[in-house]
């Protein structure tokens, strides 16, 4: 199979190479592979720096590079002195620059599932929630959002988020909505910062969430939910949020929001996280399963 993938690879290039006018080179299949290695880097590198704060560095560094290009062919020798001596202190400065952007890239590329298996070292067994506690999770929620009282509930996936449990207070106690109510109650202890959910119980209360930087985040989202995508995007939990100023329920999960959705909505979303594994399809794929099934039924309806 690989030597006829190779033989067509190489009838491709020299009929490519001849219609081109180039000389006729041969190409390997690691070579192939190497190309296609690099432009997958290259695309996600793109990705990155487009959906970060990087974009605007980006910016800055091409700017000064144009500067260090004019001067070099007006042979503006104390502009090229200047660039040349200052070039290695340049590569580790834009470590330190790019140091949170350059962290989440790593953090992204290590929950991907291609390796999910082979660097499972996290938990030795998923930890899921009964459906006791998706019908607690519904029902607390809309229970504050009917009252107005903001919340910010994390549902803890195969990703450990011992880091943020210890930001906050312990609380190790069975998920119920009253409790839920009670620690987002106003003007209580507990109810500022995030309440984390480990299977049928919340862990810590009062915990503190990485702040998403994305550029695509609407600037009407205010630091609750900016947190909800930040954590997302760090992990693979599942977030759910109250607004305060609406009383509207959203969600977040894989780095994006879903906004004003209903109690349907959110206990599908929960039952997916709830079974999910690591043969299971992607959320995207999930909610275009649910578009279709709804067109669908308006058909049937019709």
Same mark, same amino acid.
Request: glycine share 6%; hydrophobic share 45%; with cysteine.
């Given at each position: 199979?690989?030597?006829?993938?190779?033989?067509?690879?190489?009838? *491709?290039?020299?009929?490519?190479?001849?219609?081109?006018?180039?000389?006729?080179?041969?190409?390997?299949?690691?070579?192939?592979?190497?190309?296609?290695?690099?432009? *997958?880097?290259?695309?996600?590198?793109?990705?990155?720096?487009?959906?970060?704060?990087?974009?605007?560095?980006?910016?800055?560094?091409?700017?000064?590079?144009?500067?260090?290009?004019?001067?070099?062919?007006?042979?503006?020798?104390?502009?090229?002195?200047?660039?040349?001596?200052?070039?290695?202190?340049?590569?580790?400065?834009?470590?330190?620059?790019?140091?949170?952007?350059?962290?989440?890239?790593? @953090?992204?590329?290590?929950?991907?599932?291609?390796?999910?298996?082979?660097?499972?070292?996290?938990?030795?067994?998923?930890?899921? *929630?009964?459906?006791?506690?998706?019908?607690?999770?519904?029902?607390?929620?809309?229970?504050?959002?009917?009252?107005?009282?903001?919340?910010?509930?994390?549902?803890?996936?195969?990703?450990?988020?011992?880091?943020?449990?210890?930001?906050?207070?312990?609380?190790?106690?069975?998920?119920?909505?009253?409790?839920?109510?009670?620690?987002?109650?106003?003007?209580?202890?507990?109810?500022?910062?995030?309440?984390?959910?480990?299977?049928?119980?919340?862990?810590?209360?009062?915990?503190?969430?990485?702040?998403?930087?994305?550029?695509?985040?609407?600037?009407?989202?205010?630091?609750?939910?900016?947190?909800?995508?930040?954590?997302?995007?760090?992990?693979?939990?599942?977030?759910?949020?109250?607004? @305060?100023?609406?009383?509207?329920?959203?969600?977040?999960?894989?780095?994006?929001?879903?906004?004003?959705?209903?109690?349907?909505?959110?206990?599908?979303?929960?039952?997916?996280?709830?079974?999910?594994?690591?043969?299971?399809?992607?959320?995207?794929?999930?909610?275009?399963?649910?578009?279709?099934?709804?067109?669908?039924? @308006?058909?049937?309806?019709?």
């Amino acid at each position: 199979m690989l030597t006829k993938f190779h033989g067509l690879i190489n009838s *491709f290039w020299q009929k490519a190479s001849e219609f081109i006018g180039i000389p006729d080179i041969s190409i390997s299949l690691i070579d192939v592979i190497e190309i296609l290695i690099i432009a *997958f880097l290259f695309y996600h590198f793109l990705i990155w720096i487009k959906t970060t704060r990087a974009w605007t560095l980006f910016k800055g560094i091409l700017v000064i590079l144009l500067f260090v290009l004019i001067a070099a062919i007006f042979q503006m020798n104390t502009i090229l002195w200047i660039a040349q001596n200052t070039l290695s202190v340049g590569l580790i400065a834009l470590v330190v620059i790019f140091q949170p952007e350059l962290r989440k890239a790593l @953090e992204s590329l290590g929950n991907r599932r291609l390796f999910g298996r082979i660097f499972d070292i996290t938990k030795e067994e998923a930890t899921k *929630f009964s459906d006791k506690t998706i019908d607690e999770l519904i029902r607390a929620s809309y229970a504050m959002g009917k009252e107005k009282t903001g919340a910010l509930i994390v549902i803890e996936d195969e990703i450990l988020l011992t880091e943020y449990i210890r930001t906050g207070i312990d609380v190790d106690a069975i998920l119920t909505s009253q409790l839920l109510i009670n620690i987002f109650e106003k003007n209580t202890p507990l109810h500022d910062g995030a309440v984390i959910v480990r299977g049928d119980r919340v862990v810590s209360a009062t915990c503190y969430l990485p702040l998403s930087d994305s550029i695509s985040i609407s600037k009407d989202l205010g630091t609750r939910h900016r947190a909800a995508i930040g954590v997302s995007e760090a992990s693979d939990s599942m977030t759910i949020i109250v607004s @305060e100023e609406t009383g509207k329920v959203s969600l977040a999960y894989h780095g994006q929001i879903y906004h004003d959705i209903s109690q349907e909505e959110l206990r599908e979303k929960l039952v997916y996280l709830q079974t999910r594994n690591y043969e299971a399809k992607s959320f995207e794929l999930f909610k275009r399963r649910k578009k279709n099934g709804q067109k669908d039924s @308006e058909h049937s309806d019709e």
